[in-house]
């Protein structure tokens, strides 16, 4: 079952990789196509991760990753040792930035913070734009209706390229 599931996911990611390929190269039909079986190669994923007893909650999902993202960010930065190209400095700003990410999702399910802060804030709604002001983000979005789980603090980051 673990091969399985570890056939399934890598097949998710090539096939989202082909899709954008396919439609950079103008055949958009067929990187729907592609697409849709990268959709139903993660369900089957997901299929084979809850038989193999590892569905996970969200916080043991955040651990998870953090935990992942470190080893990722060890390797990279033992790599560059070796390489020092800018794509690896990059892809090292990157998964720290994720990184950070990550633990700050995680304290604020910890400290039940995820959806208060101490002074006004922005919240963006992540499936329509909508931005909300104040300490609370909604319960439901104004424009579109969606869940509070869909805002999130609205800030802007950006990456140093030198």
Request: aromatic share 10%; net charge negative.
């Amino acid at each position: 079952m673990q091969k399985a599931f570890d056939d399934e996911a890598i097949s998710n990611v090539n096939m989202m990789l082909y899709s954008e390929k396919a439609k950079e190269e103008g055949f958009n039909a067929i990187g729907d196509k592609l697409n849709e079986i990268a959709h139903n190669n993660m369900a089957h994923a997901k299929i084979w991760l809850n038989e193999l007893g590892k569905s996970s909650t969200t916080e043991e999902n955040l651990q998870n990753s953090i935990d992942s993202h470190k080893e990722e960010i060890e390797f990279y930065t033992d790599w560059q040792q070796e390489d020092d190209s800018p794509q690896l400095k990059a892809i090292i700003q990157v998964k720290e930035a994720q990184l950070e990410d990550l633990q700050e999702s995680l304290n604020q399910m910890d400290t039940e913070t995820m959806f208060i802060t101490p002074k006004s804030s922005e919240w963006y709604c992540t499936n329509c734009g909508f931005i909300a002001k104040g300490k609370r983000c909604p319960l439901y979005c104004p424009l579109c209706g969606c869940h509070q789980g869909y805002f999130k603090i609205y800030k802007r980051r950006y990456i140093d390229n030198n």
